[in-house]
């Protein structure tokens, strides 16, 4: 390997190559017609996931909640919440996409479960220093009669990371942990018990038939001895991307955990797959998380996290080739999830801030929805010609914009309302497909109820409008994902090439790969024959926001 070539590693593995999309059952499709995505909603589309060309799908949680935070607070890890149907209708739904083809990764929430799990209710109804009470992270507080939390943390939503109980006799009591919001108990991962419950969870799924899991807060679990006082450091990304040696994440204890996962699902065949949700501040600490023997992949967040910038994309992948490769794991790529701002709005930010923390009516200067759209499809162009896994979040495949102009009293993540309204929050990622543009609710179902509204001008973006048109963002997707499956581009060796300081380029076998993220076009070889343009444009010469593949041989 000459000393530009770089590779993922190699292995047979499906995830290793795999384009995995994420559903998000709320907002997929609603076959009940209560305005709320289900089970049946998701098979009954199966068949348009298997057209876009998809391998495996990650469904995020769809277990028994209340629903705090959309399903990320889980009531009972071993049913399907009603709201989503049944364990039957999970069933069906995994094998009509297992008779596509398609594999199914669920999300296992780990960190927390809801206030309302029966450990949780029999927690505090216990005495401290109770078995019950073992099982989260229960302490007294602090000051003269413990009125003032245990330490100085500040959750992931907003606010203070401690709740006080009120002890069964009536008595101001103990303040239990809450790296989210209160109706998220943090577990404790040094107790025996919660691990054999886990161990036993995962046996559950895997008994049905998942093909893998993906690992909510995946670099939480563990809290430094002592829990010690940490104030982050200001503007610091609250997931921990951002910074070392913070308390509650990232701690080296996790790693036994997924060691001992790892076990478990080793005992199945088929290549089971873990997938770690860990925000971490470097590639070189992520990679911690995928060594032989713990997660197979883990979400490369600093890749999400690039802005619109040649040498910033150029040394992310690089780095994330070489992190990766060290340990013998392919890299995985992400450009947008059910906690980010879209990336077909978030590419044409103005500032450093790529995350980003929601946009609504009142952001001032919001993005370019043009300059975000040409920008979008150019960073999957590139993304999707990368070695390794990339993961896809539903609807970017239809070009969706952020929901910029959701009304405030629709809004239902908790950060909206743990933060006074400071932080609009991930609203406008998450609202319900458009499937046919004169449908109710644009076909997301037939009644026309819809838990956040769908903005009228996605009519434009519905499924049935880019079925009909060569030139939409569905259409590339299409294009882009056979090719990627007839070349193989997922494995196999990357040779970076140079077109200049604007563009980001590279050879994979024949394929060449470019995008230009400056504002000049840049000259492509003069017999480039192009298998695909991320935007139509005539001759050789790369417009600004735009990629292609090409050969020139
Ligand atoms: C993860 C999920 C996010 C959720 C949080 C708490 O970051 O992706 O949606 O709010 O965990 O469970």
């Not at 739904?93 to 450990?119: F, K, Y």
């Not at 600093?302 to 994309?313: G, I, N, Q, S, V």
């Not at 009519?459 to 997707?477: G, I, K, Q």
Request: charged fraction near 25%; glycine fraction near 10%.
């Amino acid at each position: 390997m000459t000393q530009l070539e770089q590779s993922a590693a190699p292995g047979a593995e499906w995830w290793r190559s795999a384009v995995i999309y994420q559903i998000y059952p709320r907002s997929f499709a609603d076959a009940s017609g209560d305005g709320i995505g289900d089970l049946p909603g998701i098979t009954s589309r199966l068949e348009s996931l298997k057209e876009l060309g998809i391998d495996a799908i990650w469904l995020s949680p769809f277990m028994t909640s209340p629903q705090k935070d959309a399903g990320y607070d889980v009531a009972d890890y071993r049913d399907v919440d009603p709201i989503f149907g049944t364990l039957a209708d999970f069933d069906t739904m995994l094998a009509e996409a297992h008779a596509r083809g398609i594999r199914v990764i669920v999300d296992l929430v780990p960190n927390h479960s809801s206030d309302q799990h029966a450990w949780f209710q029999a927690a505090l109804k216990a005495a401290p220093g109770s078995p019950e009470r073992a099982r989260y992270v229960f302490r007294d507080g602090r000051g003269e009669n413990g009125e003032l939390p245990p330490n100085n943390w500040e959750s992931v939503f907003g606010g203070g990371m401690w709740e006080r109980i009120t002890e069964p006799d009536g008595t101001p009591g103990q303040w239990y942990l809450h790296i989210f919001d209160p109706t998220q108990p943090d577990f404790d991962w040094t107790n025996e018990e919660v691990k054999e419950e886990f161990r036993s969870i995962l046996r559950f799924w895997l008994d049905r038939g998942v093909d893998g899991f993906r690992v909510d807060v995946a670099h939480g679990m563990a809290k430094e001895a002592g829990l010690p006082d940490y104030a982050p450091v200001a503007d610091a990304d609250s997931m921990g991307g951002g910074e070392e040696n913070v308390p509650y994440w990232g701690q080296d204890e996790v790693h036994d955990i997924y060691r001992d996962w790892h076990q478990v699902l080793a005992e199945y065949d088929g290549d089971r797959a873990l997938c770690g949700e860990a925000w971490l501040p470097t590639l070189k600490k992520t990679a911690l998380w995928v060594r032989p023997d713990e997660m197979h992949q883990t979400f490369n967040f600093p890749y999400l996290m690039t802005p619109w910038d040649a040498k910033a994309l150029g040394s992310v992948i690089r780095e994330s080739l070489e992190e990766f490769g060290k340990v013998g794991a392919p890299s995985t790529w992400v450009l947008s999830n059910h906690d980010v701002v879209r990336h077909a709005t978030r590419l044409a930010f103005t500032d450093d801030n790529p995350q980003g923390e929601g946009i609504g009516p009142l952001t001032p200067n919001k993005p370019d929805t043009a300059i975000g759209l040409a920008r979008g499809r150019a960073a999957t162009t590139l993304m999707l010609s990368l070695p390794g896994s990339s993961y896809l979040y539903q609807g970017e495949e239809l070009g969706l914009p952020e929901a910029m102009e959701i009304p405030d009293e629709f809004r239902q993540d908790p950060t909206w309302f743990r933060t006074e309204g400071k932080r609009y929050g991930r609203d406008g990622c998450r609202v319900p497909l458009p499937w046919e543009a004169g449908a109710p609710a644009f076909g997301f179902n037939d009644t026309g109820a819809s838990w956040l509204p769908q903005p009228a001008e996605w009519a434009a973006y519905a499924r049935s409008t880019e079925e009909n048109d060569p030139t939409s963002t569905l259409a590339l997707y299409k294009q882009l994902l056979r090719l990627r499956r007839e070349h193989d581009l997922g494995s196999g060796t990357l040779v970076w090439e140079d077109l200049g300081a604007d563009a980001v380029a590279f050879r994979r076998g024949d394929i060449h790969v470019a995008a230009n993220l400056g504002t000049a076009p840049v000259e492509l070889p003069a017999n480039a024959k192009f298998l695909v343009r991320s935007q139509p444009f005539t001759g050789t010469a790369l417009p600004a926001d735009t990629a292609a593949w090409y050969t020139a041989s």
